[in-house]
Every structure is written in C-alpha cells, then in structure tokens.
C-alpha cells in the first residue's frame, strides 16, 4: 500500500452482493461487487495526536484523539464505524500517533446497506496506515474492520463487506470462499442484461439485533448437525441433513443456507460459460429462500421484488445485503430499460418515500493521491 505521511486522498467504494446471502458467517461463498458509488477521503496531518473528520452533510466535526480512543465514542451515528476502526489500529500499532484531518465526501445513500459502514472502517484503516506509514496487507485492513464491527459496535457481521471493498475490482465479481477467507476474481458479464440497484429507501430498523439472531440460528443449526457429522460449516450440509435440527425455526434457516450456497455455485459456473440467462431463476429463487426461510425481507421488499420480476425485460430480481429495508439488486434487458424506468417512477411514486432506481456500475479501491 501507498505512505504518503503529508497529504493524501483515496476513493473507497460501497459493495453489492450479487448472490450469496448470509452465507459469509456460515462459511459459504458469497458473489459481491464494488460500485462506483462511495466514499472519498482527502487528508492531512495535523500537530495533535487526535484524528479529525469533516463529513460532508454534517454539521458537526468529529473528534478523535488517538490515545484512549476507546473512552471517546462519537455521539453521531455516522462516525461510529470510524472510531471503532480507530480503536483497533491504535491498539495493533501501540505509539503510533500522528494526528490526522480527514475530509470525507460520499455518493453512497445512507443507510442502504452499500456497505458504507465497512467502507469508513477501510478508508479510515488506510488513511491510518498512510499517515503512520505503517504497511499492513489489505487483508489485514479487512480483518481490523471485521474486529471493529464485533469488539466495538456490536454487530456480529461476516468478512464479505470488507473484503469484497479492499479487493474488488472493476468489472469483477469477487467470489469469497468465506471459509479462509480467499477469493477469485468472476469476470461480471451478463451480456444485454445491465445491473440495476433499487433501494427501497426503508429505514433498517433493529436490523443489527435481528441480525445477531439469525447468526445465533445457524450456530445452533449447525451444533445439532455437528452431534451427528462431521460438518465443518453450516454452508457446507446437506438437505438431507436438516432433519436433525430440532427447532423448525432453526431449521427454515439452515435451509436458505444450503441452498443459497448451492445458488451461488450454479451462478459462478453460469457466469464462466456465460449462460447468463439461468442466472435469472437464481436471483428469483434466492429471494423467495430469503423472505420465506431467513425471513429478512420486509412487505416493502417483496413487492418491489414481486413488481420488478414481473416487468418484461427484468431477468430476475432478489433483496441484496443482510435485509430488514436497504436494497434489491435486478438484471434488466438493455431494450427494456426506458419502459421499466418509465414504469418504475410511476410505481414509486406511489410510495412515502419514493423508492430509487441505480445504476450499478463498478467501481474500485483507488488511491487518488
Ligand atoms: C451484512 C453483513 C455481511 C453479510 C450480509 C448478508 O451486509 O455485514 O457480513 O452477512 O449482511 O449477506
């Protein structure tokens, strides 16, 4: 990675999760993509040993001194996932305590599930790294993320969302074999069909409780499979297995599991001989898995979902991320997307507030300066 101990600027991006949903605590293999929307952080460094963020939008700056960090919780939501970054690299990297401004800009929505909690956490670990020249991997970044969203703020996540952020690449799917982690780089072609992002806009209420229950599920899951066989992971039993698990709830749950996994692994060997019209059933069948089995969508996502694979053009259509609100990823035929936007505004429109339709273009980690 590049030091530059005077001034610097970098672009992180939000991430995408084409297939593969909740399957990253459970050891499966996940398919996500970086976007061209996210965030940019330009800096400089300052004589006191506190870390200093501007963030575009907000009223407030918020400041972090870089000795006790821990003691110094920001009150802002927002610069949370910043400060529990800081908590770890200043205890990874004991007296390294050069004093950073840091001015951050973002086109990622808020709140959406882009991931922009994981995309503070990187940038932070990079302007961090840069500013004390220190020369972590970019691995070693995700994994600090990864410490700072258990240890600090409480939420029990899977590797995908850092990962996919320090190692995607423009016009890839990075495919993460969560059990390691490792991944592979999928060339993202889907011929005439583009990506399109909708957020649905809907507040992500008590997602991250919900989200700790689905995770304390499938360890349940798993430990009443493990009294039986030797399974490693939950991603990796099979559905005849499921009968061990004696809750029904549990059992719905490893469900989704299994057989998203499977999805995902139709999907890459589609992808690579680019058969990607049967990548349509995948979406669809992985959405229906997720609100019927992992109950994470909400009635807002399913009828966007249920309007989307109804329109003609629209391949398929599924939530994307851990749910509870954020966003749905569709594959949309070239010649069909002027009437389906034209439609989607109008069915918007009959919302509060109006849903959004995105281009998902890719994007990359980038150092700018
Ligand atoms: C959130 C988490 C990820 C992953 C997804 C669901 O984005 O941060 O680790 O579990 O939900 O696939």
Avoid at 85 to 105: N, W
Avoid at 242 to 264: F, G, M, Q, T, Y
Avoid at 349 to 368: H, V
């Amino acid at each position: 990675m590049r030091a530059s101990p005077e001034e610097g600027k970098i672009f992180v991006p939000g991430r995408i999760n084409f297939l593969g949903e909740h399957l990253d605590y459970n050891g499966g293999t996940v398919l996500p993509f970086t976007l061209n929307l996210g965030l940019t952080g330009c800096w400089e460094t300052i004589a006191e040993p506190v870390v200093e963020i501007w963030s575009e939008g907000h009223p407030r700056r918020c400041i972090i001194p870089l000795r006790e960090t821990w003691l110094h919780p920001p009150l802002d939501p927002w610069y949370r996932p910043a400060w529990a970054m800081l908590c770890v690299l200043v205890a990874r990297y004991p007296g390294k305590e050069r004093g950073f401004r840091l001015r951050i800009s973002s086109t990622l929505p808020a709140g959406a599930g882009l991931s922009s909690s994981a995309a503070i956490e990187v940038l932070m670990g990079c302007v961090f790294a840069a500013v004390q020249e220190v020369h972590p991997e970019l691995a070693d970044v995700a994994f600090a993320a990864l410490e700072a969203e258990h240890h600090h703020l409480g939420v029990r996540c899977g590797i995908m969302d850092m990962w996919a952020i320090v190692h995607g690449k423009k016009g890839y799917l990075t495919a993460i074999d969560c059990n390691g982690p490792s991944h592979k780089l999928v060339p993202f072609s889907t011929g005439p069909f583009q990506p399109l992002i909708i957020n649905s806009r809907q507040p992500r209420t008590l997602a991250h409780s919900a989200y700790n229950d689905r995770r304390a599920a499938c360890e349940r899951a798993l430990k009443a499979l493990q009294s039986l066989w030797s399974v490693p992971y939950l991603a990796a039993a099979l559905p005849e297995m499921l009968i061990a698990i004696p809750s029904e709830e549990d059992k719905r749950r490893a469900r989704h599991v299994i057989s998203e996994n499977r999805r995902v692994q139709k999907a890459i060997v589609c992808l690579e001989n680019g058969n990607f019209q049967a990548l349509g059933p995948l979406l669809r069948e992985s959405h229906r898995s997720l609100a019927e089995d992992y109950q994470v969508t909400t009635p807002l996502l399913d009828r966007l979902a249920e309007w989307a694979n109804s329109q003609e053009g629209c391949l398929g259509c599924r939530m994307t991320g851990a749910g509870f609100g954020g966003c749905l990823i569709a594959l949309v035929h070239q010649d069909a997307l002027p009437t389906f936007r034209k439609k989607f505004d109008a069915f918007a429109s009959t919302f509060s507030p109006p849903p959004e339709l995105l281009d998902a273009r890719p994007g990359e980690i980038n150092f700018l300066l």
